[in-house]
């Protein structure tokens, strides 16, 4: 009785499903902090602090960096949406002179994106 093993006794199908839970578990909490910055900026915007709209701006976009390519491995459909709303606020930023409606507006429009990805991911 030479047979053969065909099948391993490793069943790795689990493995994966596993690394896939934490990856999309960790996604999560990067989406979770994303929205709290947004919340953050929000107030900053309220409160006419440029310094520190700047500040949260820059973490929002560090932050995004940081995700990305987890984003556009999980719903590639929601990378660019997310991405010209970062490059927005990038840009809006930097304006002179600073335009607090816009800048409200488009914190609104963060915030949604990002309830969006959220939602996507199960939240």
Known sequence: MNQAV???????S???????????????????????????????T?????????????????????????????YPDMTDFLQKKIDSLNALQTSDPFDSEAMLQLDYELYQAFRQLSDKAGD
């Open 6 to 12: 065909t099948d391993s006794i490793l069943d790795r």
């Open 14 to 44: 689990k493995d994966t499903k596993a690394t896939d839970d934490a990856q999309i578990a960790k996604l999560k909490s990067e989406i979770e902090t994303i929205r709290s910055l947004v919340k953050e900026l929000k107030q900053q």
């Open 46 to 74: 309220e409160n006419g602090d440029a310094e520190k709209i700047k500040a949260c701006a820059d973490q929002i976009a560090q932050a995004w960096e940081t995700m990305k390519d987890k984003v556009n491995a999980a």
